[in-house]
Each structure stands twice: as structure tokens, then as C-alpha cells.
């Protein structure tokens, strides 16, 4: 079992659709990354947190601690959402500086 | 300035050649890292500097060298390489571990080894 799962790997949305990408993680974490990559393109750093909720934008992250799970929702989507989401917790033995990632989500977002 | 700079973004070398990738940030971010991707895979993390010193390297063959040369630039060197090393090779910085700061990609350097 792979420390951190996400789940969907593949999700088809119309546009305007609301989306939730779920994060599952196995070890204890003080903090979790989500990430976004558009297609041949380099990786942007959507949320760091560590409790709670975060918005930006149309993009909102929720974390639990105590269930260790953590959700991405993106709200109004439209096509150039389309990307992989990746959910990443750092290991604490490395003081943070390794990232356990997980696999994926692959989204696209129809017109 | 919150960017990554990486250069080249496109690299085609034969497995003689020797090259170097290059990476630059000017937010006063004192850790860099380097890692590779393969396609439809999350990046794998080949080595992390922290105050210019490295202080990860993750079993990283000797084909591929970093180097550090200031707090604001990071360098792969390539020498050797095989056709299997051909990737994405991303660029990060951090302004802090990433238990409390967040991770700054650049756009990547697309290698090609023939």
C-alpha cells in the first residue's frame, strides 16, 4: 500500500461541473502539498495545509488531520482546469525535505 | 520575482556528450532541489541542497552531478548518459522544509538521450 493514495485516476468532467479529487495518507504529517501539472509543462504548487481549508479562486483544499485525508474541490470548472492533480506529503525524516507523492489525478474538463 | 528559471527547456544529447542543466531563483529560497519524471509518473526526487551544502542525494548514479554554485543557482551536470535517462527534469526551491513552505517548480528541462 503506497503512503499516500489518491483517488480518482481519471476523472471526465463537463464544464461547469463540480470536482473533488480525495488524498488518503498513511503516516502522520504535519503538512500536505497539492500540486498541479498542465500537459509537457512544469508543476505549480496549488495549496500547502495543515488544518482546516483553503481557498483560492474557485480552488478550495480540506484536510483531516485525525482521518488522515485530505480533498481537492474545484468549483465552476472549465476546460483549462484540465491537468493532473498531484497530492504530496513530506516525510519527517528528511526534516520536510522529501516528498512522498501520489500517483495522480488525471482531470479533463469537456467544453 | 516568484520563479524558477530553468535552462535549456529542451536538451537532445548522445550518450558521449557531457551537458549541463541549469536553474535559477531569486526569492532568497536556501533549498533547491532536483528531481526526474517520467511520463505519467509523479517526479522522483534526485537530490535536495540546503544552504548550498547537499544534503540529499538519492542514490543518484554518477553520471549525474549537481552543483551549487550560490544560493541562487543550481546546476546538473550530465556526462554519460543512457537512453533511459531521457526525461523531464524538474528544478524546485523552498524557502523553508516542506513541512512549512511551499515547493516552487520551474518549468522543466525535457532531455533526450540518443
Known amino acids: 500500500k503506497n503512503e499516500v493514495e489518491q483517488s480518482p485516476q481519471n476523472l471526465t468532467a463537463q464544464e461547469g461541473e463540480f470536482i473533488t479529487i480525495n488524498c488518503s495518507y498513511s503516516?502522520?504529517?504535519?503538512?500536505l502539498h497539492w500540486l498541479q501539472q498542465h500537459p509537457g509543462g512544469g508543476i505549480v504548487s496549488l495549496f500547502m495545509?495543515?488544518?482546516g481549508k483553503k481557498k483560492h479562486g474557485r480552488l478550495i483544499a480540506t484536510i483531516n488531520i485525525q482521518e488522515k485525508h485530505s480533498s481537492l474541490h474545484i468549483t465552476a470548472s472549465h476546460p483549462r482546469d484540465s491537468a493532473v492533480y498531484i497530492c504530496?506529503?513530506?516525510?519527517?525524516?528528511?526534516?520536510?525535505?522529501?516528498?512522498?507523492f501520489g500517483e495522480g489525478t488525471q482531470l479533463t474538463v469537456n467544453p | 520575482d516568484t520563479e524558477v528559471t530553468q535552462t535549456p527547456k529542451h536538451l537532445v544529447m548522445g550518450m558521449t556528450n557531457k551537458k549541463s542543466l541549469k536553474c535559477e531563483q531569486h526569492m532568497g529560497h536556501r533549498a533547491m532541489y532536483w528531481y526526474k519524471q517520467k511520463a505519467k509518473k509523479p517526479p522522483e526526487l534526485m537530490f535536495v541542497y540546503s544552504y548550498e551544502k547537499l544534503s540529499i542525494n538519492e542514490s543518484v548514479p554518477s553520471r549525474f552531478s549537481p552543483e551549487c554554485p550560490n544560493s541562487s543557482l543550481l546546476n546538473l551536470h550530465l556526462h554519460a548518459l543512457q537512453p533511459e535517462d531521457s526525461a523531464l527534469y524538474l528544478c524546485a526551491s523552498s524557502l523553508a522544509g516542506l513541512n512549512t513552505g511551499e515547493l516552487f517548480f520551474g518549468e522543466g528541462s525535457r532531455l533526450t538521450v540518443l
Open positions: 503516516v502522520g504529517i504535519s503538512a
Open positions: 495545509l495543515s488544518s
Open positions: 504530496a506529503v513530506p516525510a519527517k525524516e528528511t526534516s520536510g525535505s522529501r516528498l512522498t
